[in-house]
């Protein structure tokens, strides 16, 4: 596969290189939760952009949105099929990060040291 002409391949790699969409679809992997839970598993992630990475995720067909018709009203969420899809791919970038974070951060560490800025 061409990755660097495959438009398809671009779409993939863009909606995992997104760290809020893989947080968030990680986030939802036990099945749906309110956005407050989902925060609070989270972490470090502002409501605004919890809800901009729910809409586009939606938008992406990986994430549906349930509002309930209660005072106060509750509103959930959950991957849909295709979203449960990602679940193996971002597992195994986690597990490639686990592996090897001191390899990219001592590179990261040799660059600096150089006088350059690693990013």
């Known amino acids: 596969m061409a990755f660097l002409?495959?438009?398809?391949?671009?779409?993939?790699?863009?909606l995992i290189?997104?760290?809020?969409?893989?947080?968030?679809?990680?986030?939802?992997?036990?099945g749906p939760r309110r956005p407050g839970e989902l925060r609070?598993?989270?972490?470090?992630?502002?409501?605004?952009?919890?809800?901009?990475?729910l809409r586009r995720l939606e938008a992406n067909g990986l994430v549906t949105r349930r509002a309930y018709a209660e005072a106060p009203p509750r509103v959930e969420y959950a991957l849909t099929?295709?979203?449960?899809?990602?679940l193996e791919p971002?597992?195994?970038?986690?597990?490639?990060?686990?592996?090897?974070?001191d390899e990219v951060m001592a590179a990261q560490d040799r660059l600096e040291a150089a006088g350059e800025p690693a990013g």
Request: overall charge negative; hydrophobic content about 50%.
């Open 5 to 14: 002409a495959d438009c398809q391949a671009r779409l993939a790699f863009d």
């Open 17 to 30: 290189a997104n760290t809020w969409n893989a947080v968030v679809v990680w986030g939802l992997r036990h």
């Open 40 to 53: 609070a598993a989270i972490g470090g992630i502002s409501p605004k952009m919890l809800t901009e990475t």
């Open 81 to 86: 099929e295709l979203g449960e899809t990602l």
């Open 90 to 101: 971002i597992e195994g970038l986690g597990r490639w990060a686990a592996e090897h974070v």
